[in-house]
């Protein structure tokens, strides 16, 4: 299972970013997917998750400001963040669900 993503970048106080992360190797529509996050010195954390059905669920941080998406005919999953705050910098993971399948990571970095 390869998990790619992409998306992330340096953006200001108050923008958006949109975050993708393309899967390959496994059938991606059977399996719930994960964004994580991991800002310096502190443990990974789940940001949103998004079951093989399309239901989301987020941590309480994010709720109303992020949106997590899939598209099944794309093998991909989004994460769509809006009004971006400076906690919200950190390295974002992409994770097959109930298995040990992560991307690479992508920097995401809101500045004040």
């Known amino acids: 299972v390869l998990l790619v993503e992409s998306g992330g970048g340096l953006v200001q106080a108050g923008g958006s970013l949109r975050l993708s992360c393309a899967a390959s190797?496994?059938?991606?529509?059977?399996?719930?997917m994960g964004w994580y996050r991991q800002a310096p010195g502190k443990q990974r954390e789940l940001v949103a998750s998004?079951?093989?059905?399309?239901?989301?669920l987020y941590t309480d941080s994010v709720k109303g400001r992020f949106t997590i998406s899939r598209d099944n005919t794309k093998n991909t999953v989004y994460l769509q963040m809006n009004s971006l705050k400076p906690e919200d910098t950190a390295v974002y993971y992409c994770?097959?669900?109930?298995?040990?399948?992560w991307g690479q990571g992508t920097q995401v970095t809101v500045s004040s």
């Open positions: 190797g496994s059938i991606f529509s059977a399996n719930a």
């Open positions: 998004i079951s093989s059905g399309g239901d989301p």
């Open positions: 994770k097959q669900e109930y298995s040990n399948y």
